[in-house]
């Protein structure tokens, strides 16, 4: 079967912990064909419930399929498409990169504008701490790939929807209500779910 990946989905899903949760969604994206970017796992607000969030190559039909599909899978409680949906994405990675005298002073510039962190410093390396979404992490290994890069390691993607913008309009004290209705609503599907 032939998978027309138009762009770049991330899904979050909150699950029950349980300890068959993982290889049975990581075998049914497997078994329909979809190559997992990242996969992050975590623990929430929530006790007895991790979210889970995976980036994959897809599109709004494959997605819409795809969740149908998890949603069969007992432990699940919510998903949340981050790729169609205002949302916060942040990923963080560490880049050790080959540094001489001379090039110091232009990986530092470039560490302040971006606002890195500098994790380790040595007589003949850098080590940075990245945090972004994509486009910055893309945006700053452009700069320092000419210098360098020695070892790199990432965590997967992390990401929530955001509350503040609902339709697209910026939250107001008026909005309050609607917001209160949203959150209760999330709120009872977790409980229905949870004493099903």
């Known amino acids: 079967m032939y998978l027309d990946y138009s762009y770049e989905c991330t899904l979050s899903i909150l699950v029950e912990n349980q300890p068959s949760i993982l290889p049975r969604i990581v075998g049914l994206l497997s078994h329909r064909g979809f190559i997992i970017e990242s996969l992050c796992v975590g623990s929430t607000e929530y006790k007895g419930l991790s979210r889970i969030v995976i980036v994959l190559p897809g599109n709004l039909k494959t997605m819409n399929q795809l969740t149908?599909?998890?949603?069969?899978?007992?432990?699940?409680?919510?998903?949340?498409?981050?790729?169609?949906?205002?949302?916060?994405?942040?990923?963080?990675?560490?880049?050790?990169?080959?540094?001489?005298?001379?090039?110091?002073?232009?990986?530092?510039?470039?560490?302040?504008?971006?606002?890195?962190?500098?994790?380790?410093?040595?007589?003949?390396?850098?080590?940075?701490?990245?945090?972004?979404?994509?486009?910055?992490?893309?945006?700053?290994?452009?700069?320092?790939?000419?210098?360098?890069?020695?070892?790199?390691v990432e965590t997967g993607v992390i990401g929530l929807t955001r509350e503040s913008l609902t339709s697209a309009q910026l939250y107001t004290l008026d909005r309050n209500p609607i917001r209160r209705k949203m959150t209760n609503c999330h709120f009872f599907e977790i409980e229905a779910k949870l004493y099903m």
């Open 68 to 152: 149908r599909q998890l949603y069969k899978i007992f432990p699940t409680i919510k998903i949340f498409n981050l790729t169609t949906s205002p949302s916060i994405v942040r990923q963080l990675i560490l880049l050790k990169i080959l540094a001489t005298i001379k090039e110091r002073r232009q990986i530092l510039e470039i560490a302040k504008v971006f606002e890195l962190k500098i994790i380790d410093y040595t007589n003949s390396t850098i080590t940075l701490e990245i945090i972004g979404d994509n486009k910055k992490i893309i945006a700053i290994e452009q700069m320092l790939h000419k210098f360098g890069i020695l070892e790199k």
